[in-house]
């Protein structure tokens, strides 16, 4: 049989299998996120309750990771050892203890996302799928998939999800083995997840600009800003999960003393603005409701809370940090609000996971083609800037 045979007939197992895995682990991820939504509505309507717990709840979910967990404590370090041949497969126990743990540090006001968690899911059951195929790399290829089921399933992006998957294991290398069966993956759980209730992410602009010279130098300027956000970000919680004990007895009593200072200065700092998600700072950004320390506060509060053992990732939490960065910077630079907060959505998380072209086409996804050129260069400009930090310690 030729190499072009083999080929083609791997291509077609792979979509085949791709299509069953967008499917199942988007219906998974839709679940997760919409039993996340209930969560986080439950606790902004009794958030001063929830608040003085944050720390109880942090160390449950160490002492589980501890006791249950075993190597899923990994989290997504996990898909960049087996992208990188230093272990065969990820463990399924990582989906049921990510879905649960995440729901807990939410119910309870933790700063943290949604979307790692669901890159982690699908990462995942892409792998186990993938290790019953019989074609080489088969794993990996599918585990990429799944890495795109769980971000197009969530965001309902799916052009942005391929890409990311395929682009953020390795930096300055983009995984074309994986191209077809993440875009069958990818499209399949954003259907499946917009039937299942999931809401598209977008925010079209109504801002008009011209490129001129000026406008130019604010939006280099704008870029240079974002990634510093980005690099901050990402040197900051790397450093402090570094200091983090092994899974013992010592990090549950961390966690407790930690997430119990996080929740306390959450009720001070404006009643919980600064716990969940981020997407009231994201809507904020386009409403006008921002204040200059919210990027800086949401950033703090995000790193501690990561760090300090929780779950969840760190997508929606940059989006917010850099939605309401690029609120106040367009403000001081006599920019548009609106656009100055879809630039900084893109820019701090180009920066901080050391990725190109996946949040240019993010922002094409969720704010509109039209402002591709401008995207385009705060992304570059936060790639090239940011000292090749990311906020994946394994990302080669």
Known sequence: MSKNIIFYRNQLLLCMASLLLGGAAGAICALFGNVLTRVIDFHNNHNLLFLPFLGLAGALIVWCYCKFGKDSSKGISLLFEVHQGTRADVP????????????????????AGREGAAVQMGGAIGNYVGG????????????????????????????????????VLRCGSIEY????????????????????????LAFPLNSQIEFSLLVTMKVIASGVIFSLIGMLFSVLLNKLRAMRPNMTKKAV???????????LLSMVCFRGRYSGLGTNLISAGFSGDIMPWDFALKLLFTVFTLAAGYTGGEF??????????????????????????A??????????????????FIGAEVFG????????IICALAYICNGNKSIYALQK
């Open 253 to 263: 009593v961390q966690t407790l003393i930690c997430g119990t200072v996080i929740g």
């Open 132 to 167: 019953r195929i019989k074609i080489s790399e088969g794993n990996k290829i599918m585990m990429i998939s799944g890495m795109a089921v769980g971000f197009g399933a969530l965001f309902r992006t799916p052009i942005a999800a391929v890409i990311f998957a395929l682009e």
């Open 369 to 376: 083609p039209e402002y591709i050129p401008m995207f385009a």
């Open 177 to 200: 083995s994986a191209l077809l069966p993440a875009l069958v993956s990818s499209y399949t759980a954003s259907f499946v997840s917009g039937l299942l209730g999931i809401e598209k």
């Open 343 to 360: 630039l900084g959505f893109v820019g701090v998380f180009a920066s901080a996971t050391n990725t190109f072209f996946a949040p240019v």
């Open 316 to 341: 929606t939490p940059l989006f917010s940090i850099g939605a309401s960065a690029g609120f106040t910077l367009a403000a001081v630079l006599g920019m548009p609000v609106e656009l100055g907060a």
């Open 92 to 111: 399924l126990r990582l989906v049921p203890m990510i879905m649960v743990s995440t729901w807990l540090t939410h119910l309870f006001g933790g700063s």
